[in-house]
Nanobody, 123 residues
Framework: QVQPVESGGGLVQAGGSLRLSCAAS????????MGWFRQAPGKEREFVAT????????NYADSVKGRFTISRDNAKPTVYLQMNSLKPEDTAVYYC????????????????WGQGTQVTVSS
């Protein structure tokens, strides 16, 4: 079992950067694919990025491709989301999730979720 805990959110101006962290307790962290999702007010939760258990495979939503980078350190164990060139439309609660299966964009296939961290981008 894995319990993700997000941190690193905050308020930033458009064009700025933030790095989110997701510390995941549990000795089996290294076998889980990890994903980041976000939910803006009044909108459904959407996929942001995912990474395989080894870190060798990543996938991104088109809206963040080229600006966001997902990575992981299984020794810590932590997964990161580096967010650059932030836009006001990136404002949302960001969630970290763990999947016992292969990396996927489908939130229904993730088994464990964190509580979320707020990211607010001002224009």
């Amino acid at each position: 079992q894995v319990q993700p805990v997000e941190s690193g959110g905050g308020l930033v101006q458009a064009g700025g950067s933030l790095r989110l962290s997701c510390a995941a307790s549990g000795r089996t962290f290294s076998i889980y694919a990890m994903g980041w999702f976000r939910q803006a007010p009044g909108k459904e939760r959407e996929f942001v990025a995912t990474i395989s258990w080894s870190g060798g495979s990543t996938n991104y939503a088109d809206s963040v491709k080229g600006r966001f980078t997902i990575s992981r350190d299984n020794a810590k164990p932590t997964v990161y989301l580096q967010m650059n060139s932030l836009k006001p439309e990136d404002t949302a609660v960001y969630y970290c999730a763990a999947s016992r299966g292969t990396p996927t964009r489908l939130d229904s296939l993730y088994d464990y979720w964190g509580q979320g961290t707020q990211v607010t981008v001002s224009s």
